[in-house]
């Protein structure tokens, strides 16, 4: 098998994990595939697992009870790994609501191929952009265990790299990101 130190040579750059977490709305797709979009202009393998996405592929015998919230994770921590060994830029946007899966997750990685990236927004501005129409479900009973209303958030404390959203703009944080991850990712 081809070790991962091969495949970061032959890619011309180091493979990271970044971990998009945050409530829904709090742009963790967007700032994904914004990055996604700059990584790939500069030729860095890199991939986007979006959480709507492996929920409606690998992921959707998963429903919201806490142990399917944790499977769901768990799958794309795994998914992730398989793309770090080849030497990609991985960015996971996962709402990932519990600290202690996060830093279950945390641990499955060296440190320095891991970057846990808070993307911040208020629940109240969540609310107001509100893209697909989720808060508005949740808060009328049609959809339960919602995140950030009817099923707990917590922020993390720990997190590399903390993105306001509510009041940077994307560009902003984009940029921040491509320091971060451009940052020593040169072999």
Known sequence: MIGKNEWERVNGHKGKVLWFT???GSGKSTLAAET???LFQRGIRCVVLDGD???SGINSDLGFTD???RENLRRAAEIASLFLHIGFVVLVSMISPSAEDRSKIRQQFLS???MEVYVKC???MCEQ???KGLYRKARSGLIKQFTGIDSLYEPPLEAELTLDTEYKPLEYCVQV????ILQGNEL
């Open 177 to 180: 990101l491509m320091d971060s």
């Open 67 to 69: 142990e399917a919230r």
């Open 112 to 114: 320095e191929e891991y």
């Open 36 to 38: 996604e979009r700059e």
């Open 53 to 55: 996405q492996l929920r």
């Open 129 to 131: 952009r509100d893209p």
């Open 122 to 124: 208020s629940l109240k």
């Open 22 to 24: 945050g409530l829904p």
